[in-house]
């Protein structure tokens, strides 16, 4: 009885100790999750950002002219893209690609008058830019957890001419 | 032949009695606590972070609609830090150009020290900051 008990003496400690890099997993992983998290929610502000200052390129003939606004679809454009790259290059060292590229790869769509924003899936009753970008995340505390250390966010955001 | 009561003096298991409790007394403060205050410091900081990006996404936007770094722009930064439970004094703002002609970009940054604190070992000033381009909608 006595030697069954002693055997038994240490478990909790044994226990703790091969619970403990489990529990190191765990906290790395709630680390990495966070870090991509907080990117995702700061490039999406970034997107909804550019998507605005996209919204500056009115027509501004046409609403000279007395015709409802409009946004000129190519010079809007420009602008989404230029602004993408502009703030991205604010983000940090956390993206693994150039600003110049991820803005070049970016889906940009201006909407005119009503309709389905095809990347929001929202309606629009107002002139609206949407923007769609992929950018790859540099992680390193994900290679710890078994997942590679770069993560591809797909990440959208959106905003509409005040008329 | 003697014969032992269980519970008595003499009884093995009374003196094995509690040490699972004692050990998990010992141990789990050592595995467990770490995790939770990394959990909680960490949170702590990415709540900073976020609050920081809203502040200098608002000061953006109303940097691009006066232009220029005024006071209403930084009221704006001020009240987004505030709502998001950060001392203003504490921030560190800078809008470049203090000037900007219509069409031209305006960048704002914030900058605040944020505060790691861990129980019995100390608290770490931990610097963090946010910037968000626009363009000037205005013409000086």
């Known amino acids: 009885m006595s030697g069954r008990r002693d055997s038994e003496r240490g478990q909790i400690a044994v226990y703790a100790i091969l619970l403990f890099p489990l529990l190191m997993l765990v906290l790395v992983l709630v680390l990495a999750v966070g870090t991509l998290e907080d990117l995702r929610t700061r490039i999406g502000a970034e997107l909804d950002t550019a998507a605005l200052t996209a919204t500056q390129a009115l027509d501004v003939q046409g609403l000279a002219a007395g015709q409802p606004p409009r946004l000129v679809p190519g010079e809007a454009d420009a602008l989404a893209r230029e602004y993408v790259a502009r703030n991205i290059a604010a983000s940090g060292d956390l993206v693994a690609e150039s600003p110049a590229s991820i803005a070049a790869g970016a889906q940009v769509v201006v909407t005119n008058g009503s309709g389905v924003d095809p990347l929001t899936g929202v309606a629009v009753t107002a002139p609206t830019v949407s923007i769609r970008v992929e950018v790859p995340a540099r992680v390193p505390l994900l290679s710890l957890v078994g997942i590679g250390p770069v993560v591809t966010l797909t990440v959208t955001g959106s905003a509409a001419a005040r008329t | ?140």
Do not use: K, Y
């Not at chain 2, 467990?32 to 900081?45: C, D, I, K, Q, R």
């Not at chain 2, 936007?61 to 439970?85: F, K, N, S």
């Open chain 2, 1 to 140: 032949m003697s014969t032992i009561v269980p519970g008595s003096p003499g009884d093995p298991r009374r003196s094995a009695r509690g040490l699972a409790t004692v050990e998990a007394v010992l141990v789990v403060p050592l595995v467990l606590v770490p995790v939770l205050v990394g959990v909680v410091v960490f949170g702590s900081l990415e709540h900073t972070h976020l609050v920081l990006d809203a502040a200098a996404a608002a000061g953006a936007r109303a940097a691009a609609v006066a232009g220029a770094d005024t006071p209403a722009v930084r009221a704006r930064i001020d009240a987004e830090l505030t709502g998001g439970g950060l001392d203003p004094a504490s921030a560190q703002i800078s809008v470049d150009p203090s000037v900007a002609g219509w069409g031209q970009p305006i960048s704002v940054r914030v900058a605040i020290a944020g505060q790691a604190s861990i129980p019995f070992l100390g608290n770490w000033a931990v610097p963090m900051s946010s910037t968000f381009v626009t363009r000037s909608e205005v013409t000086h």
